[in-house]
């Protein structure tokens, strides 16, 4: 927020006269294996979890959770499968993201993007980033406004990304999203150490995601991949 009291969000996010990234540069980002698909794979437990087996192009899923129940962890292993099969990724807001930890879930981190600290121009570091990747992990670091939230949505519609967005109660999607999946509690197992964590959640969204109900996960599991229980 300026002293003036104007929003950086409005200043920034979705700017008409904002720089396009290179042609050459965009190609260079752009998986080897341009999927034809109109969904982006998903590796289990998350496959089954969800209608078709993966994430549909141009849909928006929001992983909600309490601090500390485990929510980056969900919406990081949802890019293991694709990024292992060439696909790029972004992650925008995440300050520590757990580069460890997203090897161990699977996450290919030559195929992923990070933008750690946009604060307040985050939309406008989600909304450059849309030119070259297929998923994009997004944190807002408060409650996003309709208007940037429709406008971010919008975006991603008509390029056929799919916009992982990850909030908590102090700061929800002010829309509905396609797919969400909303943690309601976590569980270390622990020996001499913190070994795995289950994870309840339920997955709801439009359409057949409807009533998809309620789960449990391990993420991480011993090994430090997301697996069913």
Do not use: C, N
Request: proline share 8%; aromatic share 6%.
């Amino acid at each position: 927020m300026t002293e003036s009291g104007y929003s950086y969000e409005h200043m920034f996010a979705f700017s008409p006269s904002r720089p396009r990234l290179p042609d050459d540069l965009v190609a260079t980002l752009r998986p080897v294996t341009l999927a034809k698909s109109r969904v982006v794979p998903l590796a289990e437990p998350w496959a089954s979890l969800t209608p078709g087996g993966g994430l549909r192009r141009g849909s928006t899923v929001v992983v909600h959770a309490q601090p500390g129940l485990g929510g980056l962890s969900v919406g990081l292993s949802l890019l293991s499968d694709a990024s292992a099969k060439g696909h790029w990724a972004a992650v925008v807001g995440v300050d520590d993201p757990g580069v460890v930890a997203m090897s161990d879930l699977g996450v290919d981190l030559r195929r992923v993007l990070f933008v750690p600290r946009p604060r307040g121009a985050w939309a406008e570091a989600a909304a450059d980033l849309l030119d070259g990747v297929d998923l994009l992990i997004v944190r807002p670091p408060s409650r996003a406004s309709h208007g940037v939230a429709r406008k971010l949505m919008d975006r991603v519609r008509e390029r056929g990304i799919v916009l992982i967005v990850l909030t908590e109660p102090r700061a929800p999607w002010p829309l509905p999203a396609d797919l969400s999946f909303h943690l309601v509690s976590s569980r270390w197992i622990m020996s001499s150490h913190l070994d795995a964590r289950y994870v309840t959640l339920r997955v709801s969204g439009r359409g057949e995601a409807q009533h998809r109900g309620e789960h449990v996960v391990m993420v991480p599991d011993v090994r430090g991949r997301a697996v069913a229980r």
